[in-house]
């Protein structure tokens, strides 16, 4: 126990004085990434993937809007289509034995 | 092989669609079992796919969300969600994620913002991983003390008690959390989440890895319920930073939902095989899960230090992450699976 209780804080130690004995090593995340613009290319694009490319160009802020829909309503159809598969399995799914060890 | 390769029309990449079925799986097996957003694999795993970095980070977060919220309404069946707790925590995250984004801000103005967010992570993770693996160091010698004077151990008692001495800080309102089973003053989950919320928002992480540790050993939640409850709120803060994410022109939504499908299948498998590993299995694989995170961003820090080797440390940061998402998820699919024939062995049994 004291040994594993060593061996944490050595780690722990390493980790703090790290920065100190390499500091370059402490800005290792790199630069600031540049600021660009992306605009998606519907060039060659047709039907509803050009559709939905031409409405991310067009706003962003529709296309959050959509996300915010279609994420959550996703979630709950593929949840729900799981629940069915998972329930012809024959387990219970509804009862769970609450302990620690 | 054509049909392997899906355009995507945002990025403008061709992407091997299965591959994101499958990291969709595997993602969903560990957040469903752990409680996770699970971040810090999806990102690499985009990325080895061919995924440009600026879309990378808002197309998990999109899939984040979605998977969360199957992992919920599974956990939410088996009782294992805690509603008023997960909205009361919520309001210390949203605070404190904050005010941990305003700190960077300020970090950003002095001009030391990638030194402290760096070596608080790595910090953080030796911290976690000790927390996890000291508590299961106590609770073996207390089962030995136990054995040694001949009783038995409660199944529910924790090696760590810091939650139980936390709870008995009488500072009204005092509230009961039924589901989880928690009474205690108002204030300990709001300043809980206020501080995995101030530590996310200056990571800029989802702060899952760090949530569900909090729940355990300082709210005293028992693990089961910190899993479940803690998908709850990355299910709400995953929405948040899907919309966010996307009005900056970040997500490929159409990957993020092929993700899903697979997800949808891997949270259901995670979330199921809870029921068949007991709090400590949860948290002992949880602390290997830590380490392999440490592991790699350990590896990053030292990829630019050592630009020499700098493209074998990068290689080795990816398959760090990559082995360890694997080998978990096998780890987890076989203890459901397993699970799931003994329990139906046991029916077929009792109904002869």
Known sequence: MK?????????????LALPLLVPSLAAAAGGKGAAIAIVADTRGLDGIIAWWAEMYNESHFQFALMTMVIIPVLGCILG????????????????????EK | MEWLYMHMPISGVE??????????????????????????????????????????????????AGKSLISTMRHGKFGNVDYILGITMLIGTI???????????????????????????????????????HDVALRKKKEREAQAQNREMDASESGLEWGKRLQAIRVPPM?????????????LPICVSLFT??????????GGLIRMPALVYLVGCPTHLAVGTDLFEVAISGLYGAASYTYKGRTELLAAIIMLCGAAVGAQIGVVATKYVKGYGIRIVFGLAVIGCLISVLLKLLQTELPAIGNILGILATVDVLGFVSLISIYIAWQMISGARAELAAKRAAGK
């Open chain 2, 95 to 133: 605070i404190g994620v904050e005010i941990g984004a305003q700190m960077v801000m300020w970090l950003e103005r002095i001009g030391s913002v990638d030194k402290v967010v760096r070596w608080l992570y790595v910090v953080l993770l030796i911290v976690i991983a000790w927390i996890v693996f």
């Open chain 2, 175 to 187: 509230v009961t959390f039924k589901q989880a089973g928690v009474h205690c003053s108002m204030w």
């Open chain 1, 3 to 15: 040994k594993t209780r060593r061996l944490w804080l050595l780690l722990l130690g390493l980790a």
């Open chain 2, 15 to 64: 992407l091997f669609w299965p591959g994101l079925i499958i990291l969709g799986l595997g993602v969903g097996i560990i957040g469903g079992f752990f409680g996770l957003g699970g971040a810090w694999m999806v990102t690499p795993g985009l990325n080895i796919l061919g995924f440009p970095m600026a879309f990378a980070i808002g197309t998990d977060v999109a899939q984040m």
């Open chain 2, 197 to 206: 919320g101030w530590l996310a928002g200056i990571l800029g992480i989802g």
């Open chain 1, 80 to 99: 729900f289509l799981a629940d069915i598969v998972m329930t012809h399995i024959g387990i219970d799914l509804h009862h769970r034995e609450l302990a």
